[in-house]
T-cell receptor
Framework: SQQGEEDPQALSIQEGENATMNCSYK?????LQWYRQNSGRGLVHLIL?????REKHSGRLRVTLDTSKKSSSLLITASRAADTASYFC????????????FGQGTTLQVKP | GAGVSQSPSNKVTEKGKDVELRCDPI?????LYWYRQRLGQGLEFLIY????????KSGLPSDRFSAERTGESVSTLTIQRTQQEDSAVYLC??????????????FGPGTRLTVT
């Protein structure tokens, strides 16, 4: 079964607005990662946040992690049409099997 | 150098035929993963190779699916007697790994398999 669950499943916003996606997970983790996927092909790594971190920034991306609530959020500020894609969270479990468990993803549409 | 490459990029096969998908990971990456993604869905873990350790096959959906990896290089995913429900994009990823932690994965472009 999937570890992560994203919400919303789909999000549609206007260019310039901020987009927030959430991810919840079930077991203790070493780190949580966010990936982006265009057109159903290969995923691109966006950002990794470790279990002892609470917030991380990369350009227009801001990720938060709340281990007490087992949840994370990805905020994209000042969105652009080019941000249209699917976004997935993935967790590296503390049991450290060496594999990531991906959620079902959030589909983001940014309208120009 | 180069990123993760996969071949073929597209494969159309008839039900009942065997197919072989190939993945070339990034040089030096010890971990290699295969995922399946059905249309509009998330990634489904299939199998994971880490160095010379026994692979984690816990995600393989049936005994028609198998995968091999030669050392820390090329991997092949084989699907025998393909069924229509095998139609999906098969994604390969590689990663470096150390100190008992898992780092970011680098994905190939995927192989889109269509079983008719």
């Amino acid at each position: 079964s999937q570890q992560g669950e994203e919400d919303p499943q789909a999000l549609s916003i206007q260019e310039g607005e901020n987009a927030t996606m959430n991810c919840s997970y079930k077991t203790s983790i070493n780190n949580l990662q966010w990936y982006r996927q265009n057109s159903g092909r290969g995923l691109v790594h966006l950002i990794l946040i470790r279990s002892n971190e609470r917030e991380k920034h990369s350009g227009r991306l801001r990720v938060t992690l709340d281990t007490s609530k087992k949840s994370s959020s990805l905020l994209i500020t000042a969105s652009r049409a080019a941000d249209t894609a699917s976004y997935f969270c993935a967790t590296d479990r503390a049991s450290n099997t060496g594999k990531l468990i991906f959620g079902q993803g959030t589909t983001l549409q940014v309208k120009p | 150098g180069a990123g993760v490459s996969q071949s073929p990029s597209n494969k159309v096969t008839e039900k009942g035929k065997d197919v072989e998908l190939r993945c070339d990971p990034i040089s030096g990456h010890t971990a290699l993963y295969w995922y399946r993604q059905r249309l509009g869905q998330g990634l489904e873990f299939l199998i994971y190779f880490q160095g010379n350790s026994a692979p984690d096959k816990s995600g393989l959906p049936s005994d028609r699916f198998s995968a091999e990896r030669t050392g820390e290089s090329v991997s092949t995913l084989t699907i025998q007697r393909t069924q229509q429900e095998d139609s999906a994009v098969y994604l390969c990823a590689s990663s470096s790994r150390g100190s008992g932690r898992t780092y970011e994965q680098y994905f190939g472009p995927g192989t889109r398999l269509t079983v008719t």
